[in-house]
């Protein structure tokens, strides 16, 4: 048993010209069946397209990425946030970690910064 036995039976993609026909020989060599997506639909894979979207709407936009350790750390804090802090649709508009209810009593309102302070959460705080 290696890396191999266990190769998808189905590969989805886009016509980008970085997989050329030597990748589809690879794939095919995989026992995988590829199948591409009609030219310029990116529709057809709207997760994928929906998660790059949301980062860089809401991280690249935003920031100068001056090589690939910047990038890597940008892209890693952005992901922190959106896995705990960042509200969902899908969640009823809450984030994936809940939250408990915090009473006035617990102190006042601060942002907490995330993603070097282009998101925030807030919570309560005792001063």
């Known amino acids: 048993m290696g890396p ?16 050329g026909e030597a990748f589809g020989h690879a794939i095919r060599s995989l026992g995988t069946e590829e199948f591409l997506t009609a030219p310029r639909a990116p529709w057809q894979n709207p997760f994928v397209e929906r998660v790059i979207g949301s980062i860089r709407r809401e991280c690249f936009d935003h920031v100068i990425v001056w090589n690939e350790r910047a990038l890597r750390r940008h892209l ?40 070097g302070g282009l998101h925030h959460h807030y919570e309560r705080r005792a001063a």
Do not use: E, M
């Open 76 to 115: 890693l804090r952005y992901l922190i946030y959106y896995h705990q802090w960042r509200t969902h649709l899908s969640l009823d508009k809450n984030a994936p970690i809940a939250r408990a209810t915090q009473s006035p009593s617990d102190g006042r309102i601060v942002a907490v910064p995330h993603v």
């Open 4 to 19: 191999w036995a266990d190769a998808p039976r189905f590969l989805i993609r886009d016509r980008d010209g970085i997989n």
